[in-house]
């Protein structure tokens, strides 16, 4: 669905295009319309789903459009963590970049100069204010936040909140807020727990349910835990350690493709590649010689991953982590289509092993860490930080390390059955 569709005001319309997001996400198709209409809402949507713009943008959207109070806070944002206090702020930056909101993040940690900061916004009056629980609490103890214009009450990963024992200081901010306002509850999960405290807070809300799309069981998941520099040597590795027929290496950026096809291309593979820099009719060759299986290996950037349907892939490789979890599907969907077995192995570098970790978040299950060949050497432990999220993420990946130093526990990567040239 075209965002134009959904009634926004051409101010936010401007932001969103400014964001780059073309269509709205179903959270976003679900959600924008009841809130423009003033209905609670508890919805149960993960991260990666586009679920902040989908409070975002009505909640701006309301605040631009219907007479309000401007030296007053307007909607109040709870969230568990300041990264995601801060990932929200930022969103609302790009999003209302057009319009006249303000908006503070407001979480614990900083120094006393960002608690003055925020002091002063907070009593002048901002217009939203996404926060922690606890340092909001510590700015309401002072009596300057004047909380009783606040219209829109937003609870992001409700359920990490209850996780992290917030409950009473979420009771403890909404005690200070008007009895009349509109609530919109998210969370990943939905625990009775969850539900007991959303009956307390909203009213006849509007329950959304969000399928996460999972991918097909019959595809064999793999991820190589490597340095950058030992990507192009391993996509070699593999391409040659088997008689494939059908290949797509995704890479995330034009660059990484043009550089890894004219190595593979200097190393005689059948491979071409496919990116927007190629015009229409280049492309459509390139694309009917894969299909007819002239061609065994394709290197593309995303404007592949989605929607394009070629029977009898055998294996995706990603390059790079794809930037979230919904392109991730995406990708590796292109094999094992219609029933049949395929193989997708994922490359994280040490920089990408947060992404891959909120990935396999989304997914709900760690992904296995394949053993990368000895030849290449030593390769670096899989420590992600943990994601913003609880789930599979952190050190509870079987393999975890996937490197030599693990001991060699990590499941068997592909053999070297000698070069083979496609
Ligand atoms: P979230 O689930 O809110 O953490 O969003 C996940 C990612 O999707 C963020 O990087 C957003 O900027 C991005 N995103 C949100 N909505 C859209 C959209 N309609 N089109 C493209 N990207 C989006």
Redesign the pocket.
Known sequence: MN?TELGLDTRLLEG?DA???????P??EQVIQPILEGKDIIAS??????????FLLPVVNKIITEPHDAHLINAVIIVPTRELAV??AQ?ME?LSYFTDVSCIAVYGGGDGTSFTTEKKALSSGVDMVVCTPGRMIAHLNMGYVKMQAVKYLILDEADRMLDMGFHDDIMKIISFLPKKRQNLLFSATMPMKMREMARKILHQPLEINIAVSKPPEQIVQEAFIVYEPQKIPLVKHILSSKDFQSVIVFCSKKMNVKQLSSELKRARFSIEEIHSDLEQDKREQVLLDFRNKKLKILVATDILSRGIDIEDIDLVINYDVP??G?DYIHRIGRTARAASEGTAYTFVSEKEQQKFAQIEELLGHAVTKAQVPQQFGETPAYNPRKPRSSGGGGGRHPGGGGGRHQGGGGKQGPQRSGPKRH
């Open positions: 965002f969103i964001m780059g997001y073309e269509t709205a996400t959270v976003q949507a993960q991260t990666g789903t586009g679920k902040t713009a989908a990932q929200i969103t790009g930037n979230d919904e």
